[in-house]
């Protein structure tokens, strides 16, 4: 491995000393999406109507109330699976994407990724004039946008999408794009293919912007994860 690469790996891998540190980023937040999800259950057990103060849903939004379900939508889920799929996800890609981009960098672009997909799905059912009372959840729209990063910055890394069907990380992520989409076209499932594309989009910019500014570091990134 050339020295400038070792040393930049060394400084964004380097080893954490204490117990606040060597918990990661990515994992406080799947911290939070459990808590989020068990408090979730037991509001709506108690009343369905809760789901207003989790979910963020167009038509309340364009009213100017709840505003705060941009996050609190980020971290909430819709049933165990949802959940499950979500954080293994989010372990493997966003772990990976903090140690490249450093802690405060991978946050903030996480969350800046979960809002826009947030507003994207707002915008969305504006622009197609679709039902603006439905309701959506999940980390999934800010985990396609750790997926559109690294889908620039490391095109050829080797992933398992569904977990089982291996493909360099680009083509896994036009496969999920497009094959969550014929999914829920299928079968009518309440998948968020436009918070994904958002997600997504945010991802892919942000990466651009990474590579004209870091020219030579994400250089050395994309060649070493070949």
């Known amino acids: 491995m050339p020295s400038n690469l070792r040393n930049y790996t060394k400084r964004n891998l380097k080893k954490r000393k204490t117990i606040f540190d060597n918990f990661s980023v990515t994992n406080w937040i799947i911290m939070i999406n459990v808590i989020f999800f068990i408090v979730f259950l037991i509001f709506l057990n108690i009343s369905e109507s809760y789901i207003d103060y989790f979910a963020i849903k167009p038509s309340n939004i364009l009213q100017g109330k709840y505003l705060w379900t941009f996050l609190t939508s980020m971290f909430s889920h819709a049933n165990f699976a949802h959940l499950f799929v979500n954080m293994i996800s989010l372990m493997f890609?966003?772990?990976?994407?903090?140690?490249?981009?450093?802690?405060?960098?991978?946050?903030?672009?996480?969350?800046?990724?979960?809002?826009?997909?947030?507003?994207?799905?707002?915008?969305?059912?504006?622009?197609?004039?679709?039902?603006?009372?439905?309701?959506?959840?999940?980390?999934?729209?800010?985990?396609?946008?750790?997926?559109?990063?690294?889908?620039i910055?490391?095109?050829?890394?080797?992933?398992?999408?569904?977990?089982?069907?291996?493909?360099?990380?680009?083509?896994?992520?036009?496969?999920?794009?497009?094959?969550?989409?014929?999914?829920?076209?299928?079968?009518?499932?309440?998948?968020?293919?436009?918070?994904?594309?958002?997600?997504?989009?945010?991802?892919?910019?942000?990466?651009?912007?990474?590579?004209?500014?870091?020219?030579?570091?994400?250089?050395?990134?994309?060649?070493?994860?070949?």
């Open 93 to 151: 890609i966003g772990n990976f994407v903090e140690r490249l981009i450093g802690r405060k960098r991978f946050f903030w672009f996480y969350m800046i990724s979960g809002l826009v997909a947030g507003w994207v799905f707002i915008l969305s059912g504006l622009i197609f004039n679709v039902d603006m009372n439905v309701y959506a959840v999940g980390a999934s729209g800010a985990i396609f946008g750790l997926g559109g990063l690294l889908a």
């Open 153 to 226: 910055l490391t095109p050829k890394l080797p992933v398992l999408v569904f977990f089982v069907i291996p493909m360099p990380m680009w083509l896994a992520m036009i496969f999920l794009m497009f094959g969550l989409w014929l999914i829920s076209l299928a079968t009518g499932l309440p998948i968020g293919n436009w918070a994904h594309f958002g997600g997504l989009i945010c991802g892919l910019a942000y990466a651009l912007y990474l590579r004209k500014k870091y020219k030579r570091k994400t250089r050395m990134i994309s060649k070493y994860f070949r």
